[in-house]
């Protein structure tokens, strides 16, 4: 946790340092929402036990999705999303 907290700090100052600002994104159920249909289905990876799971077909559309990848394109929308209606200051 220690490591993350000096992440998020070193961010944290590198970007007003720049002139551009940092949004976290909470990452929870961005491997299990498919970011096609955005519908958590029974086929995605649960838990501890669906960490094994690199890989998995969406029950309600279809599509595979690679664990991580899938991940990515879920907080890239949401980032997108916030920066589309303004990130509010903190």
């Given amino acids: 946790d220690a490591g993350w907290f000096e992440l998020k700090r ?3 100052y590198k ?3 720049a002139g ?4 976290i994104v909470n990452e929870s159920y961005t491997t299990q929402t498919c970011s096609c249909c955005h519908k958590i289905s029974d086929s ?3 838990g501890r036990a669906g960490l094994r799971i ?3 077909t969406c029950a ?3 599509t595979w999705h690679d664990r991580d990848t ?3 394109k879920n907080i ?3 980032g997108l999303d916030r920066l589309a209606v303004g990130i509010p200051s903190v």
Avoid: D, I, M, T
């Avoid at 551009?20 to 949004?23: A, H, M, S, V």
């Fill in 10 to 12: 070193q961010l944290e």
């Fill in 15 to 17: 970007c007003k340092h």
């Fill in 20 to 23: 551009c600002q940092l949004e």
């Fill in 44 to 46: 995605s990876p649960k």
């Fill in 54 to 56: 690199r890989g998995w």
């Fill in 60 to 62: 309600e559309c279809g």
């Fill in 70 to 72: 899938n991940a990515a």
């Fill in 76 to 78: 890239l929308a949401v």
